[in-house]
């Protein structure tokens, strides 16, 4: 473990007068039985500004939710003043003084990466809405005013370099415990990212990386808005290509202009050859493409209809004749495919509500499976899902490439990508920054993904 | 693994808890009938069976559609309207043509009217409702013009036949009602063009990024709701011998009490027609007593918007209430 220096500054000469102005104890959190925090300290002195940072799932949310209200902690307090508090709603927690401002931005239409959380009990004054695309400037005008009004900051973030200028200190939350507290803003990124990561990457199972076919789907310049631009890449048969970026990168944007599912994008897509440009992913089915959406529970299954029916919802056309549904076939087709993925069920006929989020994903899959495309887009497949069930899909994944076909696997997570793919593209605000054509180490990887380029 | 046993065990209970909520709206309405039937000794009359399956057929096959429309997960309100103009034109054009034709054509202009309410449901975008509130609107100002405010009468003879023919006994319009429940119970449960018309009221989003063609199955449901509304229109025609520009007014919010009765969801994605069917005689059924038991029209109005009321309400609750 490297030792860090514990820097602290602001308000120094009243630190051994006054209690710090926030202590959160032993905090512990779980979800579903799973460990989100794990006996974290944390504290805060008057104007400070400290960043927090940590990879996906630390647990870096959990822990602000829990100080503002939204949450509660299953074990441990936290001391306003010195004074324990006690929030049972945000709103509470705002009267005490603490309020988070969520970063707008259309880059990120789900969560937020970005959260800063004001503490300032006599400075109750709105913050301005920070937007993330104001420039860095701008940034550090606004919080060095809040701070000399004696407000304290808490800026959560994936942009290390945003942490540089701003903060006073920085704090790394991973898998649910502080591994570094209050060190230096400038100590060298890569070990932050060490920190974030971990030292020690476990074991995981590794699969067969099959040879390349033919190039399958050829992407140029493809531009749309501000979501994404100039991306270009190549896909071959029996690859399966990874594209990994934070959420807001705009790959999820990028793959259903790919699917049809989004139009008015500038450059060319051509699938085996054909320059083709879908309307509606209607069209992009029928010339062999598939897309497993991110969202599975909005955008992927019809929850109250029939796990039968929402497996075969992309291969009807094959199982119906003359628009007549063959209801043995298509029964036979959802078990065998369902059973190949070891989908655990009870009746086929039962509402796909009813099963878990794992078995869930593993019907979507399992409805393109029987679809049979020729180049698959997987968004987040194992979001959500537990460890078991990813290896699962991996293998399934995995399994698709060595039949020759083609996966363009979609991930924020840098480690599932390193397992699952050929190649990897890192993409990140809306470009795609670097292409691995053999799988790089993962601290190169995510070091790759959350810096931010200087150009 | 005795977890996954008890999830297991649990999601069936859950099952059975979907069906008894879904159809005990049936069930009570059923017990209600039986209630009724004791107190009304001509109720069960075979003449009076007869009459409530012939007084059923015009919303019966006007639900039918409506409840595709329901299905895809909108609301169609210009079925009264669009029986109005059917029925004019199917007797207004008989001056000029075979009475065939002249259904034919009435049959036509339903499913030209389905169209535009999907175009503008699907295609525009505008909350269904208010689409075919426009639509209606439109099509009511049309009979009107077409009809210059008096009845038309029918002169043919042989097309009175489907509104009041008998065929082995059983009236013509209940034979008719009968075969084309079947044909689209089949057509919703067993045919491509069912299954995709459920999911897009289930799942639009999800439906479209399944690679299904939304938009044409979302205007296909409307396109249903157009051509029962004027199958119906037809058979009205035929039965009454007239057809008068006030005709079919409020028959849609008759026929969508019938369908969520049977167990459509208001929000779609879910139903049968059978259903449906259950659901007109029930109502129907409820009609007849209130009238053998001599209960004035105006009050019967009054709980006949009730019941819609409560049965749509219990169902919108259930569904939408915060958890």
């Known amino acids: 473990m490297i030792e860090y220096s514990s820097q602290r500054s602001g308000a120094k000469k009243d630190l051994d007068v006054k209690p710090p102005l926030l202590r959160m104890e032993n905090i512990s959190k779980s979800f579903l039985g799973v460990k989100v925090l794990d006996r974290v300290d944390f504290t805060m002195e008057r104007a400070e500004v400290v960043a927090f940072l940590g990879a996906n799932g630390a647990g870096k949310s959990t822990l602000m939710k829990i100080l503002c209200g939204v949450y509660h902690a299953d074990e441990g307090r936290i001391l306003l003043d010195g004074k324990q508090a006690s929030f049972n709603n945000p709103l509470q927690a705002y009267g005490a003084g603490i309020s988070v401002v969520h970063q707008e931005s259309s880059l990120i239409p789900t969560l937020t990466i970005i959260e800063n959380l004001f503490l300032g009990r006599e400075y109750s004054r709105p913050g301005g809405v920070l937007d993330e695309a104001a420039m860095l400037k701008e940034y550090e005008t606004i919080v060095g005013e809040l701070k000399s009004q004696g407000m304290s900051i808490i800026f959560i973030t994936h942009f290390l370099d945003e942490v540089k200028s701003i903060a006073d200190s920085a704090t790394v939350i991973r898998d649910g415990r502080i591994v570094a507290d209050h060190i230096s803003p400038s100590t060298p990124i890569r070990n932050i990212v060490a920190l974030m990561l971990g030292k020690e990457a476990s074991e995981r199972q590794t699969y067969a990386k099959a040879s390349p076919g033919p190039v399958m789907m050829e992407v140029r310049d493809l531009t749309r808005g501000n979501e994404f631009s100039n991306v270009s890449f190549e896909l071959r048969a029996g690859e399966v290509l990874g594209l990994v970026g934070v959420v807001g990168s705009g790959k999820t944007e990028l793959a259903r202009a790919l699917f049809g599912a989004s139009q008015s994008h500038t450059g060319t897509i051509r699938l085996e050859g054909r320059q083709l440009r879908f309307k509606s992913p209607a069209q992009a089915v029928k010339q062999g493409m598939g897309m497993a959406p991110e969202d599975r529970k909005t955008l992927g299954l019809i929850l109250e209809h029939d796990i039968e029916s929402n497996i075969s919802l992309s291969s009807l056309g094959d199982i119906a004749r003359y628009g007549f549904i063959n209801g043995n076939k298509e029964k036979n087709r959802a078990a065998d495919v369902a059973s190949r993925l070891s989908i655990k069920y009870v009746d086929l006929k039962q509402k796909i509500k009813f099963l878990s989020g794992g078995n869930q994903q593993k019907c979507v899959l399992a409805r393109w499976l029987l679809a049979s495309p020729q180049v698959l887009v997987l968004d987040e497949p194992t979001r959500g899902i537990d460890v078991a069930t990813k290896e699962q899909i991996y293998a399934i994944v995995r399994d698709l490439a060595a039949k020759g076909k083609s996966v363009l696997y979609l991930s924020g997570d840098p480690a599932e990508v390193l397992i699952v793919a050929d190649r990897i593209m890192v993409m990140q605000k809306g470009r795609i920054k670097r292409v691995f054509d053999t799988v790089p180490t993962e601290d190169l990887l995510l070091k790759e993904m959350i810096e931010v380029s200087n150009e | ?323």
């Open chain 2, 1 to 323: 693994m005795s977890e996954t046993i008890a999830n297991i065990k649990s999601s069936k209970a859950r099952h059975y808890k979907e069906i008894v909520k879904r159809y005990g709206l049936l069930i009570s309405f059923f017990v209600l009938s039986l209630g009724i039937s004791f107190l009304t000794p001509n109720f069960l009359s075979a003449k009076n069976l007869m009459n409530i399956l012939r007084q059923s057929t015009i919303v019966g096959i006007m639900a039918i559609g409506t409840t595709f429309v329901i299905i895809g997960g909108g609301f169609d309100i210009s079925v009264g309207s669009t029986l109005a103009l059917s029925a004019a034109l199917a007797l207004g054009l008989q001056s000029s043509m075979h009475w065939a034709l002249a259904a034919l054509l009435a049959v036509l202009a339903g499913v030209l009217i389905g169209a535009v309410n999907g175009f503008l449901a699907a295609k525009i975008h505008i909350v269904p409702m208010i689409a075919t509130l426009g639509t209606s609107t439109i099509i009511r100002g049309l009979v009107y013009l077409y009809t210059k405010g008096y009845p038309i009468n029918g002169q043919v003879p042989q097309f009175e036949v489907i509104g009041s023919g008998y065929l082995w006994g059983i009236p013509v319009p209940v034979i008719i009602m009968v075969v084309l429940v079947a044909l689209f119970q089949f057509v919703l449960s067993k045919t491509q063009l069912g299954r995709y018309c459920c999911a897009v009221g289930g799942n639009k989003e999800a439906t479209r990024l399944a690679g299904v063609s939304v938009d044409f199955y979302h205007m296909m449901t409307f396109i249903i709701g157009g051509l029962m509304a004027a199958i119906s229109g037809v058979v009205y025609a035929a039965r009454l011998s007239s057809a008068t520009p006030l005709a079919g007014q409020n028959y849609d919010m008759d026929a969508i009490a019938a369908v969520v009765i049977g167990g459509t969801s208001v929000s779609g994605g879910e139903g049968t027609v059978l259903g449906a069917m259950i659901g007109v005689l029930l109502l129907t059924v409820v009609t007849n007593a209130f009238n053998l038991l001599g209960v004035p029209v105006f009050i019967q109005y009054v709980i006949k918007g009730l019941i819609i009321l409560v049965v749509v309400g219990i169902d919108s609750y259930t569904k939408k209430r915060p958890r």
